[in-house]
């Protein structure tokens, strides 16, 4: 059984940053790991991957403010989120592919607020 638990969300006026953590409960050093999100009566949309090979991909809205990386010695996955809109407001998930087991898992959810 595959745990992920996000933290860091918050409430933040707009222009500024948040970083988001996830941590997991195994060796993350072969999983593929990302972030989605979903805002009020939308539905839940990719926002951010980062192989195990450390290559990352990034959602157009964020592109050029948010930032994944992953520390694998400490099982952690972040999200730098700087510049932050009203627009991002959402539940931030972070998601876990393990490859070969074919095993997707999901975090509980940390909430962003961004206020204008």
């Known amino acids: 059984q595959v745990q992920l638990v996000e933290s860091g969300g918050g409430l933040v006026q707009a222009g500024g940053s948040l970083r988001l953590s996830c941590a997991a409960s195994g060796s993350i050093h072969t999983w593929h790991m990302g972030w989605y999100r979903q805002a009020p009566g939308k539905q839940r949309e990719w926002v951010a991957t980062?192989?195990?090979?450390?290559?990352?991909a990034y959602t157009g809205s964020v592109k050029g403010r948010f930032t994944i990386s992953r520390d694998n010695a400490r099982n952690t996955v972040y999200l730098q989120m700087n510049s932050l809109k009203p627009d991002d407001t959402a539940v931030y998930y972070c998601?876990?592919?393990?490859?070969?087991?074919?095993?997707?898992?999901w975090g509980q959810g940390t909430q962003v607020t961004v206020s204008s």
């Open positions: 998601n876990a592919q393990i490859p070969i087991t074919g095993i997707d898992s």
């Open positions: 980062i192989t195990s090979a450390g290559l990352t």
